[in-house]
């Protein structure tokens, strides 16, 4: 299976010269967070959006949960999308849309496999598309070990920063490795996380 070196951007990442990013052709996709709950929009995610479109990079979009009773799941999708929308105008998301799933905020195993299948469920009406499902090691370990097959069916997106692949029971294996958060980029000044990608789910 063909693999492929991505990136994710966020708040920390708010200048990017992308003309240098992309003469290094070094980066084949890129994730961009866009929301967090319900009243987060990352205001860096617009320049974001349209610096990969003039590279044309592979762009899609995350939403960190905060999966809180104050929040429900509905309400942190509809939050998403409607920011999606927006952003798609500024360019073309040829990525799955993602769920950042990395906080409890209390919750037990359970309700957290049940907000994370019914915001799943709400993101795929409206997109016709599985989203992937970004966590890390310990978390899946913790808390979404006993996954049913709504949850399962979303391509996993797992942090693990180390040589040694990540453990991914109960799913098969990952669709993304973020492998380190040190990354080194041509364009971006700092550090970045750092992907790998496997193909068809970057494409």
């Given amino acids: 299976m063909t693999e492929r070196f991505g990136i994710d951007i966020s708040g920390w990442q708010p200048k990017i010269d992308w003309k240098a990013l992309g003469a290094s052709d070094a980066v084949s996709f ?3 967070k ?6 987060y929009r990352s205001k ?3 320049g974001q959006a349209q610096g990969a479109a003039s590279i044309g990079l592979p762009t899609g979009l ?7 009773p104050d929040d429900s799941p509905e309400e942190e999708a509809k939050h998403f999308l409607g920011y999606a929308r927006e952003l798609a105008t500024h360019g073309p998301l040829m990525l799955r849309p993602t769920l950042d799933l990395e906080k409890s905020s209390g919750a037990s195993p359970q309700r957290l496999l049940d907000w994370a299948e019914r915001w799943v469920r709400v993101v795929e009406q409206e997109t016709g598309q599985v989203s992937v499902l970004y966590t890390y090691e310990s978390y899946l370990k913790q808390h979404l070990s006993k996954a049913g ?9 797992i ?4 040589k040694t692949a990540p453990k991914t029971k109960p799913w098969i294996t990952w669709a993304m490795w973020q492998y380190t ?3 080194k980029v041509a364009g971006i000044p700092g550090q970045v996380d750092c992907n790998r990608g496997a193909s068809p789910i970057i494409a």
């Avoid at 995350?62 to 809180?68: E, M, R």
């Avoid at 097959?149 to 997106?157: A, N, Q, S, Y």
């Fill in 181 to 183: 958060q040190k990354g």
């Fill in 159 to 162: 942090a693990k920063y180390s």
């Fill in 44 to 46: 860096h995610a617009v």
């Fill in 149 to 157: 097959p709504g949850l399962l069916r979303c391509p996993l997106w």
């Fill in 62 to 68: 995350y939403h960190f949960a905060d999966p809180s």
């Fill in 30 to 32: 890129v994730y961009v």
């Fill in 34 to 39: 866009a929301t967090e709950g319900t009243h």
